[in-house]
């Protein structure tokens, strides 16, 4: 099935795994163990004097909400195995505007569909509200060092390390771009067994992405897009009616920096749909996105199973 069951009981279990890995730990969840890995393991880097309130899960209020996390101080990936591995595996950045993560659907969610294709899923749970002016400073360095510990933990995984890639939703599909654009403009000091020498995801997948353009000019993009050579492969969702710096023209004109390279590259903008739909339908084309996704990876070869 596509979308995983919005019924009360699946939205209990996907709570309590929300809280299993807000701790640490593991669940045992549609029979496979989740893993959960603090990115971090001596405490992540702040600037001095920070203090941030304690973690807190906000619970969807009613259907039509959405189950949040916020105040995160320790980064972690959870680990979704698919039944049937096929050697592909996908850091998924909830969105949010950087003070929340919209856990569940663009989360824990997403990570199921991927489980459905025979692919890992790889939620990151990254430190929100940011600490800076800049959007995605202390969310990139978690996302560079997920990308470091997806890789060392390959093997262990059933994923090969050149088929890592990362998807994200709002200002976790800005993350996406930054992990992909500047892999190695590190703002931490390296752990040879947390870290890699290129952090540089195979594949990028963003969905809606925020902050890509600029506040005054919806049709230009900010000087940190800069799309080289080395960027990778990407598949882009948008909205036509998406608003402001979530605008659909930030996925059209990212895609236009991939054409001007040559690079492989794919963009699907739907005429309705607006902002935040993740994994919930409304009855709209924009609610196949998954599809859409699931058939360009298929082309790309990473939905491939791994010979043994």
Not at 49 to 56: A, C, D
Not at 135 to 152: F, K, N, S, T, W
Not at 202 to 208: K, Q, R, S, T
Not at 227 to 245: F, M, N, R, S, Y
């Amino acid at each position: 099935m596509m979308f995983p069951s919005s019924s009360l009981f699946l939205r209990k279990v996907s709570l309590l795994a929300a809280f299993s890995f807000l701790a640490g730990g593991s669940l045992c969840l549609r029979g496979a163990e989740l893993i959960s890995v603090k990115l971090w393991p001596e405490g992540a880097p702040e600037k001095p004097g920070v203090k941030i309130e304690s973690e807190t899960i906000i619970p969807p209020k009613n259907e039509k909400d959405v189950m949040r996390v916020t105040n995160v101080t320790v980064p972690t990936v959870t680990v979704y195995r698919p039944e049937k591995p096929n050697g592909t595996a996908v850091i998924v950045c909830p969105g949010g505007g950087y003070g929340i993560l919209a856990i569940e659907h663009e989360g824990t969610q997403v990570c199921e569909w991927l489980n459905s294709l025979g692919v890992t899923g790889i939620l990151l749970k990254y430190r929100v509200p940011i600490r800076q002016d800049t959007p995605g400073y202390e969310p990139l360095q978690d996302a560079q060092r997920a990308i470091g510990v997806v890789r060392h933990h390959a093997k262990e995984w059933g994923i090969n390390p050149a088929r890592v890639g990362i998807l994200g939703f709002s200002a976790g599909g800005h993350l996406s771009v930054m992990a992909a654009l500047h892999p190695n403009e590190r703002t931490y000091t390296q752990e040879p067994a947390l870290d890699v020498e290129d952090a540089t995801p195979n594949f990028l997948i963003p969905v809606y992405p925020a902050y890509l353009v600029s506040k005054t000019d919806q049709f230009q993009l900010v000087s940190t897009v800069n799309v080289t050579e080395k960027a990778p492969a990407v598949c882009l969702i948008h909205a036509h009616d998406d608003k402001g710096q979530t605008s659909a023209a930030a996925s059209a004109l990212l895609y236009l920096e991939y054409k001007k390279l040559g690079l492989p590259a794919e963009v699907h903008i739907c005429t309705k749909g607006g902002h935040g739909f993740g994994m919930r339908r409304s009855g709209l084309p924009v609610n196949d996105w998954p599809q859409r996704v699931g058939e360009w990876m298929q082309a790309m070869g990473l939905l491939t199973p791994e010979k043994p």
